[in-house]
């Protein structure tokens, strides 16, 4: 099965007991509450739920080996709001509660221009959704261990794919890393449902029939030329018709939002991801070029200062006028090293006042202050950046943290002290 989120169950005030003064009769052992070791999420042979907190994709990208590609939230379709994502955008993930399409639509057969995997193991679709894009991205650095399951399983089909992922022991340990004792407990537990409701089924719903339905991750991509509905739990992915790299946000938004209206006014159970380029990438890469055009301008400026020593007319040249802050060399803070500054392409404007000859020191030194002061916005962004990584490491240490042994301590502590009751009859 895919994602579940257990309903909670709401307590009305006919069932609650006002002479309650102890804990509810103990239910789980002492056992269940400890944390899991390592040794015990590398061992489980289940897949752990996980949330769509791009967080917590950021960091799984980055500890696949994956290069250049960054998870960001899409908190609507509106276009101003997806005018403010960066680009490209590589696929979406959209998490929902999941039905079968109607398999008269389905594909009969996969693209070999598309690489998809079916889900074969149950709570994998988080992972299986990042591997179906990031594995139909051109170009993409997918790191030592990644590209070599893509190149494994290139002439598989899809239903050996996703038993391939299943026995995929560096892909699964890295998705388990977020795993805590009471969600292998869980696992264990929904496992044992589904092989028993298994059992009491006479035949397979129908595809409209989909009863307590799950919540599940989809991903679309171009690809070659089409849109691509890639949902682990069909058999094969679905085309969505032809579209360019320009326009596909625009036919994928008709489906998105037919599949949100069909939740009921207020509720809010979908959630919408994009894989966009890393935008790291662009803010280094024009930040080294941002400090060769400073050097080749200080070099300008140096020369005609030399050539004019002898002169006993002030030509107005100047060599000073930037923020002491400005970076004029490497600097690994803004992973700026001396091979990225001598591979940047220089800014037209600087090859123009470099290539003229002209000896005009206002100008050249103008610009040069103009440079530095981009600088400082673009050392900014990279900052800004830099900051969300840390954020995102943070955020998926806190989601790996057990705490089930602190809440048990807490409410043994709230039960000896003979308020746990006082709190549970609280309306």
């Not at 002492?30 to 042979?45: G, L, S």
């Not at 005018?83 to 009969?108: A, N, T």
């Not at 094969?236 to 006014?265: C, I, T």
Request: glycine content about 6%.
């Amino acid at each position: 099965m895919s994602q579940r989120y257990p309903k909670r169950r709401r307590l009305n005030k006919g069932s609650r007991d006002p002479t309650f003064t102890s804990p509810a009769p103990q239910i789980l052992e002492d056992a269940h509450f400890v944390a899991a070791t390592e040794d015990d999420k590398k061992n489980w042979p289940g897949w752990c739920e996980i949330e769509s907190e791009p967080a917590f994709f950021n960091v799984m990208l980055k500890q696949f080996g994956v290069k250049g590609v960054k998870v960001r939230e899409i908190v609507s379709l509106d276009e101003e709001i997806l005018g403010s994502i960066p680009r490209p955008i590589y696929g979406i993930i959209f998490l929902f509660k999941w039905r079968e399409d109607d398999p008269v639509i389905q594909e009969h057969g996969c693209s070999n221009s598309v690489w998809f995997a079916n889900q074969t193991v149950g709570n994998a679709c988080a992972s299986i959704a990042l591997l179906n894009i990031v594995n139909n991205i051109p170009n993409c650095d997918l790191g030592e261990h990644l590209q070599g399951f893509k190149d494994f399983t290139t002439d598989f089909t899809p239903a050996l794919r996703g038993n391939a992922i299943g026995n995929f022991e560096f892909l699964r340990q890295i998705h388990n890393s977020f795993a805590r004792k009471m969600d292998m407990l869980n696992g264990d537990l929904l496992m044992k449902n589904d092989v028993e409701a298994a059992r009491k089924r006479s035949k397979k719903s129908s595809y409209n029939d989909q009863g307590d339905a799950a919540f599940h991750f989809v991903a679309f991509i171009p690809v070659d030329g089409a849109l691509w509905k890639l949902d682990g739990l069909e058999r094969q992915p679905h085309s969505l018709g032809a579209v360019d790299s320009d326009d596909w946000l625009n036919l994928v938004k008709p489906d998105l939002e037919a599949r949100m209206a069909a939740y009921e006014d207020g509720q809010i159970e979908f959630a919408i991801l994009g894989l966009v380029k890393d935008p790291l990438i662009n803010l280094v890469r024009d930040l080294a070029s941002n400090i060769k055009g400073i050097q080749a301008l200080e070099a300008h400026l140096n020369q005609a200062a030399i050539n004019l020593q002898s002169s006993t007319v002030n030509a107005g040249i100047e060599t000073d006028g930037i923020p002491e802050s400005t970076l004029v060399g490497p600097d690994m803070h803004f992973q700026i090293d001396q091979t990225a500054i001598e591979s940047a392409t220089l800014l037209p404007e600087v090859q123009h006042r470099l290539s003229s000859g002209s000896t005009s020191g206002p100008d050249i030194s103008i610009f040069r202050r103009k440079l530095a002061l981009d600088q400082t916005s673009l050392r900014m962004a990279i900052k800004e950046e830099q900051a969300s990584d840390y954020h995102d490491e943070d955020r998926a240490a806190a989601r790996r943290h057990d705490y089930g042994p602190a809440v048990k301590a807490w409410t043994e502590f709230l039960a000896r002290k003979g308020i746990l009751g006082d709190l549970l009859n609280l309306k």
